[in-house]
């Protein structure tokens, strides 16, 4: 089984409508991270979580909420989803003790019509 | 203006060329200089990581750093098919845990 698996892994949703991407790991990892990715603009950060009571906004979290339910599942919402949210969404996990290695799950690909 | 700047490619070559990608950056702070790879439909994968400046090898791979430059280069010796992927740039701090700031990739075709 994968070590950290996302889940839809493809959604087509319309504009204003909430939805919520998951993300469990199996790894240990403390550390808990969303990115999403768009075609040159490589990842950027929307939130990330250094244990289960640390939550932290990125580089482009407005539009974006997360919840850390317990240390191995981090889940991202889109409260009202508009057309410019279309991207590839990641998480990531990595250890507290790396200053360089985090682990990507598959993506989800969302698109908001 | 991007922290990290990337050509997006696509690099196309034949299979055996050496390959180099390269990444600029503004940042003088960054200290850790990761390379990942990420093929079509899949996450990112850490493929090398530089600490500071100087070199670093792995089979085919060599990672580069020139902080006095603020550039950062990847070479791929004896390329592959298999190498066919998106190659990614990263960044950290040395201080600040381990927020990674990304370049955009560089999409890479090794034809046979």
């Known amino acids: 089984d994968a070590d950290v698996t996302q889940t839809p892994r493809n959604r087509i949703t319309k504009t204003g409508k909430r939805i919520m991407l998951e993300c469990s790991q199996t790894?240990?990892?403390?550390?808990m991270y969303w990115y999403r990715q768009d075609p040159g603009l490589g990842l950027r950060l929307i939130y990330y979580?250094?244990?289960?009571?640390?939550?932290n906004k990125g580089e482009i979290s407005d539009g974006y909420s997360v919840s850390r339910q317990a240390q191995a599942k981090f889940s991202l919402s889109l409260e009202s989803a508009i057309p410019n949210q279309t991207a590839l969404y990641f998480c990531?996990?990595?250890?507290?003790?790396?200053?360089?290695?985090?682990?990507f799950g598959p993506g989800t690909r969302l698109t908001v019509t | 203006q991007k922290e990290v700047e990337q050509d997006p490619g696509p690099l196309s070559v034949p299979e055996g060329a050496i390959v180099s990608l390269n990444c600029t950056y503004s940042?003088?702070?960054?200290?850790?200089f990761m390379w990942y790879r990420q093929y079509s439909r899949k996450g990112p994968e850490l493929l090398m990581y530089?600490?500071?400046?100087g070199n670093k090898e792995d089979g085919r791979f060599t990672a580069q750093v020139d902080k006095s430059s603020k550039y950062i280069s990847l070479f791929i010796r004896d390329s592959q098919p298999s190498d066919s992927a998106t190659y990614l740039c990263?960044?950290?701090?040395?201080?600040?845990?381990?927020?990674?700031?990304f370049g955009g990739g560089t999409r890479l075709m090794v034809k046979p």
């Open positions: 990531a996990t990595s250890d507290s003790g790396s200053k360089y290695e985090q682990y």
């Open positions: 790894k240990g990892h403390d550390r």
């Open positions: 979580s250094f244990d289960v009571k640390d939550i």
């Open positions: 940042n003088s702070a960054f200290q850790y």
């Open positions: 530089t600490y500071s400046s």
């Open positions: 990263a960044m950290s701090l040395d201080n600040a845990g381990n927020m990674l700031t």
